[in-house]
């Protein structure tokens, strides 16, 4: 049912738990599904330098949180912003359509962190 990267994302994920020091927090969740992901950044001249992640959901959910931090620990935040629910499914060799909600999820919640980062810089 679900490819290999997800099953292994949503057994040993990556970035998992709380950042005590975040520069940035935001939780989004999905009304259709009511999966809720909450996103911590630590950010430094501009890159992620540590990204942590919290779900409540399904296993899709899951893996696309963690394979959302593994992609934008080390980016700038305005590289950040180039990852779309698609780029997510690709690294995770697909989902469902009925799994896709997950990767929309997790592109959302990246993209309210980063603006929430730049909108607080103002």
């Known amino acids: 049912?679900?490819?290999?990267?997800?099953?292994?994302?949503?057994?040993?994920?990556?970035?998992a738990g709380e950042l005590v020091d975040a520069d940035v927090t935001v939780e989004h969740s999905n009304p259709a599904c009511d999966d809720r992901l909450r996103l911590q950044l630590k950010i430094a001249d501009g890159k992620?330098?540590?990204?942590?992640?919290?779900?409540?959901?399904c296993t899709p959910t899951y893996a696309c949180a963690s394979v959302m931090t593994e992609?934008?620990?080390?980016?700038?935040?305005?590289?950040?912003?180039?990852?779309?629910?698609e780029t997510l499914?690709?690294?995770l060799g697909g989902l469902s359509?009925?799994?896709?909600?997950?990767?929309?999820?997790?592109?959302?919640?990246?993209?309210?962190?980063?603006?929430?980062?730049?909108?607080?810089l103002r």
């Open 71 to 85: 992609m934008i620990i080390g980016k700038n935040v305005e590289e950040a912003r180039t990852i779309k629910p």
């Open 97 to 120: 359509r009925e799994s896709m909600h997950a990767s929309h999820l997790a592109a959302e919640t990246l993209m309210m962190a980063v603006d929430k980062y730049i909108c607080d």
């Open 48 to 57: 992620i330098v540590a990204a942590k992640f919290k779900v409540i959901g």
């Open 1 to 15: 049912m679900y490819t290999e990267q997800v099953l292994d994302h949503f057994q040993n994920p990556r970035n």
């Open 89 to 91: 499914v690709a690294a």
